[in-house]
């Protein structure tokens, strides 16, 4: 998978643009600011530029807007393509290297937050677990769904006071063969 499209996923705002932009197809820095609006204004128009010679990000259009040029960004790349890819080929390599990009970007997020003075890991919320279920591929399905949809029910709450942006990650391991 593309490097920078990991370097992108591990990073939680860069990680939210990017899903607003594939949700959107297309949009602009304005759209982005007021829907990112935890992501300061230069530290966004900071991560397009960077996103976009990347080659993850295209312009597709440009407009004069009261004096200045507004951009609309798309996606230059098709993710469902990148990740098809791996399963396509059953690339076990190529596979184990987006687990490990994957499990580095929570690994930095947490060393971030453990190098912080004043962590409180009870009232911050943090935590991991493990919860090994025997299910069926049917119910393997069925819970994935489940999933998906708590998830979905929070994915446009915008920024606010009292809420904190998070990354919530979901890895369902390869089936044990003992």
């Known amino acids: 998978m593309n490097k920078h499209i990991m370097e992108i996923v591990k990073h939680p705002a860069k990680c939210k643009l990017l899903l607003e932009i594939l949700n959107c197809e297309q949009t602009t820095a304005k759209h982005l600011s007021e829907t990112c609006s935890d992501i300061p204004p230069a530290t966004l128009y900071r991560y397009l530029k960077k996103m976009t010679m990347d080659g993850i990000l295209k312009i597709v259009n440009q407009a004069q807007v009261r004096g200045a040029v507004e951009k609309t960004y798309a996606l230059a790349i098709d993710l469902k393509a990148e990740m098809s890819s791996i399963l396509d080929n059953n690339s076990g390599e ?34 991991f677990s493990l919860a090994p279920l025997y299910l069926s ?42």
């Open 137 to 178: 591929d049917d119910e393997l399905e069925d819970f994935m769904k489940s999933y998906l949809k708590i998830t979905e029910n929070y994915r446009n709450n915008t920024p606010r006071n009292d809420r904190k942006l998070r990354s919530i990650g979901l890895i369902i391991s390869p089936p044990n063969t003992d």
């Open 94 to 127: 190529a596979y184990m290297q987006a687990f490990m990009q994957y499990m580095l970007g929570f690994a930095e997020l947490f060393q971030e937050y453990c190098n912080r003075d004043n962590i409180d890991i009870v009232n911050d919320k943090s935590g």
